[in-house]
């Protein structure tokens, strides 16, 4: 097959070697270790405090901010976005940034206001 | 388009470097089919985060009565006691498991090793029929519900749930929980009043008695959460299954030795990138519907 230069062939750079290949299988398996273990840290620490309100923010934030670790590591390692080009990378995770940054705040306000009752600033965040 | 470029001079590759916008080159360096894998998980990840928007929404608004998560799902097979999470912990571990094989097997593909592709894949497979089911025996015992089950009340919205000690599970008999406003009407509300004597008697004489939840009620409480329930882990479960038979339409091909022929097994790689997708959108369904 002749390659050509201005469309991108697949087959152009996606194939290496053993070493590097060895390489690769490690660092998922380093993945799939410490995805394992945050997961397993957010079971315990749910068994733990979940009934407890003067843990409810601390388990909300810390939960939330492991997820988007979780996140991460997948879409970053196990997706390589991280090999793709920085313009592609800002491609795909852009729209998440502005949109869904608005939509959750957006909604998360709203929804204290359709409850009822006209909560303070404070209780925005559930601080 | 390009002004520099001369216009007698045929463009050379040189030309593309110095602007890879300026046409005539592919400026993100990825084929074709990939790209739009990637736009199609885009839009997939909006409906998604959609679905969980709305359920953050009306999980916010009713905060007070929300059952916790973890009251709910505390069965594991072949134990009698409760245990919370413990099973949806291993459904999780399961798809990050299958992850990981199928990252192996793109990565074997990257060195044309027929055999190691077919070999993750088949784990990527099982990995994923297990988490299906898993979610299908999930899906039975929160239809099921629990032995006590609780009184749907007249107006066939409200539900008036046993009281449970959160320590020791054990149900208080006679002594029942119903949603209320903040000025104690029965209502979905901003808190629970606790029933017993006479009123839970008179409550009771017009209610029905319900097991386990549906889209109409839910023995848990309120039926929005079930309705989410099932909303969206059955929206997910359904991308898990199509991932696995996309999976497994790739592995014929696979044992075909279609790739071989082509050359590169970029194919493993699309149906990968989706197959993590399916992963990524669980990590996010397992923190906000069962951890938060």
Redesign the interface.
């Given at each position: 097959?002749d390659a050509r230069?201005?469309?991108?062939?697949?087959?152009l750079d996606?194939?290496?070697?053993?070493e590097e290949?060895k390489k690769?299988?490690k660092k998922?398996?380093g993945?799939?270790a410490l995805?394992?273990v945050v997961?397993?840290i957010?079971?315990a620490m749910?068994?733990m405090w979940?009934?407890d309100e003067s843990m409810a923010s601390i388990?909300?934030y810390t939960?939330?901010i492991?997820?988007l670790v979780?996140?991460g590591y997948?879409?970053m390692?196990?997706?390589h976005l991280g090999d793709?080009?920085k313009?592609?990378q800002w491609?795909?995770l852009a729209?998440?940034f502005v949109?869904?940054g608005y939509?959750?705040f957006i909604?998360?306000v709203?929804?204290?206001y359709?409850?009822?009752?006209r909560p303070g600033i404070e209780n925005y965040f559930g601080f | 388009m390009s002004g520099h470029v001369s216009q007698t001079a045929a463009p050379s590759?040189s030309d593309?470097s110095a602007s890879p916008w300026g046409g005539?080159?592919?400026?993100?360096?990825?084929?074709?089919?990939?790209?739009m894998m990637?736009f199609f998980l885009?839009s997939d990840?909006?409906t998604f985060?959609?679905l969980l928007?709305?359920y953050?929404?009306?999980?916010?608004?009713?905060?007070d009565i929300w059952p916790?998560a973890?009251d709910v799902f505390t069965h594991f097979p072949f134990y009698d006691g409760h245990i919370?999470?413990?099973y949806v912990?291993f459904m999780?571990?399961v798809l990050?498991?299958s992850?990981?094989t199928?990252?192996?097997a793109v990565?074997?593909g990257?060195?044309?090793k027929k055999k190691s592709v077919q070999f993750w894949m088949v784990l990527t497979i099982i990995g994923g029929a297990v988490f299906v089911g898993s979610q299908a025996w999930e899906w039975y015992h929160f239809i099921h519900g629990t032995e006590h089950g609780a009184y749907l009340l007249e107006d066939g919205v409200t539900v008036m749930k046993h009281k449970i000690d959160?320590q020791t599970h054990v149900i208080e008999e006679g002594t029942f929980l119903v949603p209320v406003?903040?000025d104690g009407e029965l209502t979905e509300?901003?808190g629970f009043r606790e029933v017993s004597g006479h009123e839970a008697t008179v409550l009771k004489s017009t209610a029905t008695h319900i097991h386990g939840a549906n889209l109409s009620h839910n023995e848990y409480g309120i039926p929005l959460f079930a309705d989410f329930f099932f909303f969206i882990t059955g929206f997910h479960g359904f991308h898990v299954f199509s991932g696995v038979c996309i999976n497994f339409i790739i592995f014929l091909m696979v044992v075909e030795g279609k790739f071989e022929k082509t050359?590169?097994y970029?194919m493993v790689?699309k149906s990968?990138?989706y197959w993590?997708?399916v992963?990524?959108v669980w990590?996010?369904v397992?923190?906000f519907f069962?951890?938060?």
């Open positions: 097959m230069d201005d469309i991108y062939e697949y087959s996606t194939h290496h070697s053993e290949g690769m299988r998922f398996m993945v799939l995805l394992s997961t397993i957010e079971v749910g068994m979940s009934r388990l909300k939960f939330i492991l997820t979780k996140a997948i879409t390692i196990f997706m793709e080009k313009s592609f491609i795909v729209p998440y949109l869904i939509l959750i909604c998360l709203e929804a204290l359709t409850g009822g009752f | 590759h593309h005539g080159t592919s400026p993100f360096k990825i084929s074709y089919g990939k790209m990637w885009i990840a909006f985060s959609g928007t709305a953050g929404f009306m999980r916010h608004k009713y905060e916790t973890g919370e999470l413990a912990a999780t571990f990050i498991a992850s990981v199928m990252v192996l990565e074997a990257h060195r044309m959160p406003n903040r509300g901003s050359g590169h970029e790689e990968g990138l993590h997708f992963d990524l990590v996010f397992f923190t069962y951890l938060l």
